[in-house]
T-cell receptor, first 110, second 116 residues
Framework: GEDVEQSLFLSVREGDSSVINCTYT??????LYWYKQEPGAGLQLLTY?????DMKQDQRLTVLLNKKDKHLSLRIADTQTGDSAIYFC??????????FGTGTRLKVLA | DAGVIQSPRHEVTEMGQEVTLRCKPI?????LFWYRQTMMRGLELLIY????????DSGMPEDRFSAKMPNASFSTLKIQPSEPRDSAVYFC??????????????FGEGSRLTVL
């Protein structure tokens, strides 16, 4: 069945790079997604990658996709305290259906 | 423009009581989604609507849960009777057709439900 797995916690120092990893199961997903949830708020789409791409860069964010291993990662360069949040990886579970991981809680230490 | 509005933000109730969660989607959006978030299971899709019509309710856990969308600007998720295992944060999200296809869902701030 469909399943998206992430580690639950990551702690980094301000200014370092953060790498959040995700494994997914549905190889037919056209897109794979990263969402960010700030405290007390709903999820917000951060970025997404088309399944025929290996990498996508957007300012401080770099998404890497390894389709063979079904592995997706999100790298945040120069991590700031404002980046502290929960990050969710998601795959497509059908038209308009998104399967989310349990989320990785990123804590940035000053 | 206002985002997705959910109410109540917090609800504490006793087992067996009826709970009604409300959602006002962003004006003009034609897709509406209800998700449930728990520590153990993460974010689960319960049901989604297109143009007020339920399209897929396969994620609704059991008959105690029901959702309606009587018009384009309002939806409810009802739990009757509620049980402690229903305790979670319930999110409503909305989107246009073309943004829903690329995963750009606009989430509300959630309703945190605690059933004692």
């Amino acid at each position: 069945g469909e399943d998206v797995e992430q580690s639950l916690f990551l702690s980094v120092r301000e200014g370092d790079s953060s790498v959040i990893n995700c494994t997914y199961t549905d190889s037919s997903s056209t897109y794979l997604y990263w969402y960010k949830q700030e405290p007390g708020a709903g999820l917000q789409l951060l970025t997404y990658i088309f399944s025929n791409m290996d990498m996508k860069q957007d300012q401080r964010l770099t998404v890497l996709l390894n389709k063979k291993d079904k592995h997706l990662s999100l790298r945040i360069a120069d991590t700031q305290t404002g980046d502290s949040a929960i990050y969710f990886c998601a795959e497509e579970g059908g038209t308009y259906k998104y399967i989310f991981g349990t989320g990785t809680r990123l804590k940035v230490l000053a | 423009d206002a985002g997705v509005i959910q109410s109540p933000r917090h609800e504490v109730t006793e087992m067996g009581q009826e709970v009604t969660l409300r959602c006002k989607p962003i004006s003009g959006h034609d897709y509406l989604f209800w998700y449930r978030q728990t520590m153990m299971r993460g974010l689960e899709l319960l049901i989604y609507f297109n143009n007020n019509v339920p399209i897929d309710d396969s994620g609704m856990p059991e008959d105690r849960f029901s959702a309606k969308m009587p018009n384009a600007s309002f939806s409810t998720l009802k739990i009757q009777p509620s049980e402690p295992r229903d305790s979670a944060v319930y999110f409503c999200a909305s989107s246009f057709t073309w943004t829903a296809l690329t995963g750009e869902l606009f989430f509300g701030e959630g309703s945190r439900l605690t059933v004692l």
